[in-house]
């Protein structure tokens, strides 16, 4: 890997002062690479929007650097930021179109800020809605327009100034699950085809694992866990990632007392019926405490929990076919209870 387009390094971000204050970033560090589409997810209150206004200086950190593309923004001028955030895209979850502008004018709004001729800046914001699959729509107000479309016209608009990077807010937040399919797909041809690097800042475990290769994430404020889609969703290395990758599991009055087992598949192929054939291949029936499984690339990834047999050779019945199954790995859920 060459040197990383961005860098964020020992991040901390407070609010407030004294005894009130309140810490948003706690030394964080993460490293991007040109090119690639990088997703960091937290619940809520994890500091994932201050991480992303803290990229493009919009919130300046306390302590920490964050260079982007060689440049550590927290050491430059106000004239040298302002040309330095010109790399640097952002696309939110409300859009912020003008809304007394057609979709076409607010594509060209930057590109006249630029000092581009009107009549080039037309042209480019006509170019630019056909990328981004709007074609037709160029004088349709906002008002006009779907949460789709809007989001589409942000984007084009923000493409507008040829950046290096595009930062992604909760951008499909406020969309409905085709549209937001969409618009992934969008932003992965974007990445595609023009090289662009996105941040995707998101709460939501689909959107990662839809268009990111890897992804950090974030638990009040610090760095719980970073490393590749798969292995996070794999193996989760702490309990903030294993609250996110895995199901919530089931109320406690409907457990049973038998213990409990977490089956992980790791990459296999395909899921392989695994309930029906242990029934078949050992008559022994488990109890499906929860279940969050996905394929990424073709490959199977994700969790079960298991309620084993109380019958003791039942249960090493069980737990001995399972562990003799390619590509997945178990292991004993202790206090499942609590």
Sequence with gaps: ?????????????????????????????????AGEIFGVIGLSGAGKSTLVRCINLLERPTEGQIL???QDLTKLRARELRAARKSIGMIFQSFNLLMQRTALDNVCFPLELAGVSRKEAREQAQSL?????LAGREQAYPAQLSGGQKQRVAIARTLAASPK?????EATS???????????????????????????ITHEMKVIEEICSRVAILDHGRLAETGTVEEVFSNPRTEAGRRLVY?????????????????????????QPLIASLAIDCGVKVNILGADTRSIDGKAFGTMLLGLPEDEAEAARALAYIRGQRDITVEEVQDFHA
């Design 165 to 169: 990077v595009l930062l992604c807010d």
């Design 129 to 133: 809605l056909e990328t981004v699959g």
């Design 68 to 70: 982007v593309d060689g």
């Design 1 to 33: 890997m060459g040197e990383p387009i961005i860098r964020l390094e020992h991040l901390t971000k407070r609010f407030g002062s004294g005894g009130g204050q309140v810490a948003a970033l706690e030394d964080v560090s993460i490293h991007i690479q």
């Design 247 to 271: 199901p919530d599991g089931v109320p406690m009055e409907l457990l049973p007392d038998s213990r409990v087992i977490r089956v992980a598949f790791n990459g296999g192929t395909a899921y």
């Design 174 to 200: 406020a969309l409905d699950p085709k549209t937001t399919r969409d618009i992934l797909r969008l932003i992965q041809d974007i990445n595609r085809r023009l090289g662009i690097t996105v941040v995707v």
